[in-house]
């Protein structure tokens, strides 16, 4: 019955993956505000929503090479082999086969590093949320005194990719340790 619940819980892990990966996980938003006397202008410096495949792309596109493979290889293949290889360990009941499987989903288990990864997103949402500078400066032109104040405002929120991946890392990891303690039962 552990079986069929882990692999089972396997299929939606995965089910929630493939969204975790392609929806925005990350929005950020900077806006840069002047005003002058009693005028204000405002300018969006930076609207960006990232998912986990967008910014795997985005750093090889910045020559970012190490860091995106290492997201790739961490967060994307290493779950999608864990996932495939729990199927091919339901697949091959009560082998030696499939022992040696849920050893090898153990030992990646603790070099995958979608926990990780989702800690470092909530962490960076966290930290930028509604930053905010203001400078102050006294412009002088022959006889005139004008003071300009600028600021800037940086807003980040999770999106739904970050829930979607939340929930996959939750399931997965359930799905493992339910499958593997089935192991220990027959």
């Not at 795997?56 to 290889?73: G, K, P, T, W």
């Not at 994307?76 to 082999?81: E, T």
């Not at 930028?128 to 405002?153: C, M, P, R, W, Y």
């Amino acid at each position: 019955m552990k079986k069929h619940l882990g692999f089972l819980l396997n299929v939606l892990a995965i089910g929630l993956f493939v969204p975790g990966i392609i929806l925005p996980m990350f929005s950020l938003n900077m806006t840069m505000n002047a005003q002058v006397a009693n005028a204000s202008v405002s300018s969006g410096l930076l609207d960006k929503q990232l998912s986990l495949i967008g910014t795997i792309q985005e750093l090889y596109q910045d020559d970012r090479v190490l860091v995106a493979s290492l997201i790739l290889f961490f967060s994307l293949c290493i779950p999608i082999l864990k996932s495939l290889l729990m199927t091919w360990a339901y697949i091959k009941k009560n082998t030696e086969i499939e022992k040696s499987i849920y050893r090898f989903i153990n030992a990646i288990g603790k070099w995958s590093m979608a926990d990780v990864f989702v800690v470092a997103i909530f962490l960076a949402v966290l930290s930028t949320n509604h930053g905010e500078t203001a400078t102050s400066q006294q412009l002088q032109l022959f006889a005139f005194k004008i003071d300009v104040l600028t600021s800037t405002e940086t807003l980040s929120a999770v999106g739904q990719g970050f829930y979607y991946f939340v929930g996959y890392c939750l399931l997965s990891l359930l799905a493992t340790q339910i499958s593997h303690s089935s192991l220990k039962e027959d």
